[in-house]
Nanobody
Framework: VQLVESGGGLVQAGGSLRLSCAAS????????AAWFREVPGKEREFVSG????????YYTDSVRGRFTISRDDAKTTVFLQMNSLKPEDTAVYYC??????????????????WGQGTQVAVSS
């Protein structure tokens, strides 16, 4: 499956962005979906994830209550709605898909497919 992200950009603190991850070749019905982010000099960090049945959502503590993961009815696109953005949310955001049964993983090595990344910059 190929993943293509879009929706990044520059926003002021307190603003919102919506990231999209479009899958081609297969749908997210077959894969757990997750968003990770990375800043220079740091490890890639889990942000949010959803198992392939779409029945639950997982978030890292720093974004819970501000970010929401979802997917469309056709299960070909996963979204990350980001509200109340903070400067510390600045990073390159990556979409990932993995064969993980009905669970997700917070470990990036568990995901087989990755998008190219989209830059999110939040100014103070």
């Amino acid at each position: 499956v190929q993943l293509v992200e879009s929706g990044g950009g520059l926003v002021q603190a307190g603003g919102s962005l919506r990231l999209s991850c479009a899958a081609s070749g297969r749908t997210f019905r077959s894969y757990a979906a997750a968003w990770f982010r990375e800043v220079p000099g740091k490890e890639r960090e889990f942000v949010s994830g959803m198992p392939r049945d779409g029945m639950s959502e997982y978030y890292t503590d720093s974004v819970r209550g501000r970010f929401t993961i979802s997917r469309d009815d056709a299960k070909t696109t996963v979204f990350l709605q980001m509200n109340s953005l903070k400067p510390e949310d600045t990073a390159v955001y990556y979409c990932a898909a993995g064969i993980l049964g009905l669970s997700i993983s917070r470990n990036p090595v568990e995901y087989q497919f990755w998008g190219q990344g989209t830059q999110v910059a939040v100014s103070s």
